[in-house]
C-alpha cells in the first residue's frame, strides 16, 4: 500500500511564501483536497492531481475523504491556509484517524507540513509587533461557547500579552469584536496599537495601523487578522514595534540596594521564581540558568512582580544573560581551570584564571539618576570630578529640565558606581517610570520650615516603580517659582500650610498647570495624603497610563474631583491655515 496523508499549510497565500516540503508534497499527490478557494490560491502548483474542493464548512466530511482515499492507497493532500495546526485540518485529520483506532505503526503514513500561520504574515507585515509574549484567540463562536472566549480574551489582557485575533468577524458575527475591543479596554490604554491586516500576501492585501479605541473604524472581516499590541508596543513611523523585553536599560529600582548582585540571585531571595516554588531544596544541575530566567521574567512582566515598591522587587532589569549566580563555577571557569591543571599551573594561577572570567560577564548600560540633595542645588568640583571618573570615556552624563544629571555607564557592577557617589554625598536614584521629587532651593537654605517635608517625601516615595513616570513638584513659598503647579502633583508651601494641584499637562498645545484642588492642608497631613494619590494611581492606572490621563478618566482621586481646565483659543493664522 502506498496511501500517505500530508497535512499542509501553504502559508499565507503568496507561492514565494509556501515552504519547499509543502510544494513537494502538493506535487507529490494524487490528490488535493480543500476548501475551494485555498485550492484556489495554489492552483498555479497542480499539475494533474484530481482536486475535491468543498465549501468552508464541510472539513468534517473533508478529513474523512482525504482518509478514505489514502487508505485506499492514493497519495492525499489535505490543503489549510497559515499552518494546518493552527484552527486548520491537522486536528480533524487526527480527531477522525483516532476515531478509527490508527496508530503510528499499523495505519496510512501521515505527514504534517508547517506553514507560515497570520499571526507570523500580519506580523511582518505590520512591523515586529509579537516579539514579546504572544496568543491567538479566535473569535468564531460556532464551535466554542462565548463565555470561554470571553475569560480567554480578559486573561490575555491582563496579563500584558500581545493577541492575535483570529476569525474576528464575519457577515454574521458582527458582534465579538465589539466585545472583545471593550473587555480588553478595561485592561489597557485606549491608545494602544493595533495592527489590521486583511488577506496578508495575497492580491488585495491592505494593513492598517490605529489603536485600541479606534479600531472598529476600520474594516474588519473574515480575511482579517487584528493584532493587539501589550502595554510597551509603539508605533514608529507607521510600523507597530514590541520591544523584545520591557526595559533595555537597567537602572536602580529603589534608592538602596539590599542585595549585591550574586546574592541577588539565590533562590531565597527570589520568592517568586518557580525554583523557590518547587522547594526541592536540591539544586539540580543548571540552576543558576534557571535562576537567571527567573530574574530575565522577574524583570520583564510589571505583573510578575510582587510590591514593587518594596526593596527586594525588581532589584535590575536585565536584556542580555545576567552574571552567573557564582561566576567562579561556570562552565568556562572550569574549563580555564582544567586547562590550568593540564598546565600545570599552580592553584593560585588557577583562581586567577577563575577571577578573568568575570570579566566575561555582559556589561549592561547602568542609568541612574544624580542629584545633590532634595532641597540643595549645589554641586562641588571634588562631585564633578567623582562623576567624570565614574563615567569615564564609554559613559555619559545628560543635563535634564528636571534638576538632575543622568548617568549612562556600561558596566557589570553598578553598586560600585552608586557606592562611591553616595559617598560624596550625591543622591542617587533611579530613573524611567518612577516616582521623582522636585524641589526648590527654599531660598537657598532661607526658607527651611517645609524641607523636612519635601525630605519625607522623597524618602517614601522617590524612585518607587509608577505606571510611567511621576513627577511630583515641591514649592517653599507662595511663589512657586520652581514651578511645582507644573507637576503631576503639586505643592506649594504657603503660611505653614499646603495648596494642593494635581494633574497638570506638561506638554502638548493643550498644556496646562495642575488642578488646585486644596488649599491650606495640615503641614502633618500632607506626606500621608501624597502617599495615598501615590498609591492609588499605582493601583488603578492603566500601564503607561499619564498621571493627567488617570485623573481625567477616574474623575476623582482622595475625594479631588477632576475638571476640565480651560480650553485655549487658537487664532486661526493670518496667512490661512
Ligand atoms: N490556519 C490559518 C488560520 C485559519 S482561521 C493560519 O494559520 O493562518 C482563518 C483566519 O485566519 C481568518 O479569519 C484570519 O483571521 C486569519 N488569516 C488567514 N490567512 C490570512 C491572511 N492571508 N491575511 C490575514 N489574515 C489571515
Keep these: 500500500m502506498s496511501g500517505k496523508l500530508f497535512v499542509i499549510g501553504f502559508g499565507p497565500g503568496s507561492f514565494e511564501h509556501i515552504t519547499q516540503r509543502a510544494r513537494e508534497a502538493i506535487e507529490d499527490s494524487d490528490v488535493i483536497i480543500g476548501y475551494s478557494t485555498y485550492v484556489d490560491l495554489i492552483r498555479g502548483l497542480l499539475t494533474d492531481q484530481e482536486i475535491v474542493s468543498t465549501g468552508m464548512t464541510e472539513e468534517v466530511s473533508r478529513a474523512r475523504e482525504a ?49 507560515i500561520s497570520a499571526i507570523n504574515s500580519c506580523g511582518a507585515l505590520l512591523g515586529a509587533p509579537i516579539m514579546h509574549d504572544a496568543c ?37 458575527r458582527t458582534r465579538q469584536i465589539v466585545e472583545a475591543q471593550r473587555i480588553l479596554l478595561t485592561y489597557r490604554s485606549p491608545d494602544t496599537p493595533v495592527g489590521i491586516v486583511k488577506s496578508a500576501y495575497r492580491s488585495r492585501e491592505h494593513v492598517v495601523v490605529t489603536t485600541l479605541e479606534q479600531m472598529l473604524e476600520h474594516d ?16 514608529y513611523d507607521g510600523k507597530m514595534i514590541t520591544p523584545r523585553g520591557y526595559q533595555r536599560k537597567y537602572t536602580l529600582s529603589v534608592d538602596e540596594q539590599p542585595l549585591l548582585p550574586h546574592q541577588r540571585l539565590r533562590v531565597e531571595n527570589e520568592p517568586w521564581s518557580l525554583e523557590a516554588q518547587g522547594g526541592s531544596g536540591q539544586e539540580p544541575a543548571g540552576a543558576s540558568i ?37 561566576p567562579q563555577q561556570s562552565p568556562l571557569s572550569w574549563a580555564l581551570e582544567a586547562l590550568a591543571v593540564l598546565d600545570g599551573e599552580s592553584e593560585a594561577s588557577s583562581a586567577a584564571a577563575a577571577r578573568t572570567v568575570q570579566s566575561f560577564t555582559p556589561e549592561l548600560i547602568f542609568e541612574c539618576s544624580v542629584s545633590p540633595g532634595v532641597a540643595n542645588k549645589k554641586i562641588t568640583p571634588q562631585q564633578m570630578m567623582l562623576l567624570a571618573e565614574v563615567t569615564k570615556d564609554k559613559g555619559e552624563i545628560e543635563y535634564t529640565p528636571h534638576h538632575q544629571l543622568i548617568l549612562r555607564v556600561p558596566t557589570a557592577e553598578p553598586e560600585r558606581i552608586t557606592e562611591r557617589l553616595r559617598a560624596a554625598g550625591l543622591m542617587v ?38 505606571p510611567k513616570e511621576l513627577k511630583i513638584g515641591f514649592n517653599g513659598c507662595g511663589m512657586a517659582c520652581y514651578g511645582a503647579v507644573r507637576e503631576d502633583i503639586g505643592i506649594v508651601f ?22 488646585p484642588v486644596a488649599e491650606g492642608i495640615d503641614a502633618e497631613e500632607i506626606v500621608p495624603l501624597v502617599e495615598r494619590i501615590v498609591a492609588r494611581y499605582k493601583q488603578d492606572a492603566f500601564p503607561n497610563e499619564r498621571f493627567h490621563k488617570f485623573f481625567q478618566r477616574v474623575g476623582e482621586i482622595e ?7 480651560a480650553k485655549a483659543e487658537i487664532e486661526t493664522a493670518a496667512c490661512g491655515d
Design 67 to 115: 482518509v478514505r482515499q489514502a487508505e485506499a492507497g492514493k497519495k492525499v493532500a489535505v490543503i489549510s491556509s497559515g499552518d494546518a495546526g493552527v484552527y486548520g485540518m491537522a486536528g480533524l485529520v487526527y480527531e477522525v484517524l483516532v476515531e478509527k483506532g490508527w496508530t503510528e505503526k499499523t495505519g496510512v503514513p501521515l505527514e504534517v507540513i508547517p506553514g
Design 136 to 172: 491567538t484567540i479566535s473569535l468564531s463562536d460556532h464551535l466554542t461557547p462565548w463565555e470561554l472566549i470571553a475569560r480567554r480574551i480578559e486573561a490575555a489582557g491582563m496579563a500584558d500579552f500581545v493577541i492575535a485575533l483570529y476569525n474576528p468577524r464575519s457577515g454574521r
Design 220 to 235: 474588519i472581516g473574515m480575511l482579517t487578522t487584528v493584532i493587539i499590541g501589550n502595554s510597551s508596543t509603539f508605533v
Design 290 to 326: 534557571a535562576q537567571s530566567v527567573a530574574v530575565q521574567e522577574r524583570t520583564q512582566s510589571p505583573a510578575a512582580q510582587p510590591d514593587s515598591g518594596t526593596p527586594q522587587a525588581a532589584a535590575i532589569a536585565v536584556q542580555s544573560p545576567p552574571a552567573p549566580a557564582h
Design 429 to 466: 536614584s533611579p530613573i524611567g517610570d518612577v516616582v521623582q521629587i522636585k524641589a526648590c532651593d527654599f531660598c537657598d537654605g532661607e526658607k527651611k520650615d517645609s524641607i523636612p517635608y519635601a525630605e519625607q517625601i522623597q524618602q517614601k516615595l522617590a524612585g518607587r516603580q509608577s
Design 494 to 515: 504657603r503660611k505653614g500650610k499646603f495648596d494642593l494641584f494635581l494633574g497638570a499637562k506638561t506638554v502638548g498645545r493643550n498644556a496646562h498647570s495642575g488642578i
Design 559 to 565: 475625594g479631588y474631583k477632576w475638571r476640565e481646565p
